[in-house]
């Protein structure tokens, strides 16, 4: 679990999830087994790490999956909803 990491100027320690979101002024962070996210301003974060294959822009990230985001990271196999959606594009690329 928590194959993405986030810094922030808050904490000594990274912390790790299974999403990180990045919309407007704000980042949101997802533990896929938990029903709670973690809103964090972006002011606030230093860094974030993750695999390139986890990164997802725009369209890849639906209004459904906890509100959208302009890009993100997510591990998507942790998410069937994100992963149907993503599926649901790549079989409407011509």
Do not use: W
Not at 70 to 80: H, R
């Amino acid at each position: 679990m928590g194959s993405i990491t986030l810094f922030t100027t808050s904490e000594y320690e990274p912390q790790a999830f299974d999403a990180v979101l990045f919309r407007d002024r704000l980042v949101v962070c997802v533990h896929a087994d938990e029903d709670s996210v973690r809103l964090v301003p972006l002011d606030k974060v230093n860094h974030v790490d993750g695999d390139a294959e986890d990164v997802l822009v725009e369209t890849e990230i639906p209004e459904s999956f906890y509100g959208g985001a302009e890009y993100g990271f997510a591990d998507v196999e942790q998410f069937p909803d994100l992963q149907a959606h993503l599926e649901d594009i790549e079989s409407e690329a011509y």
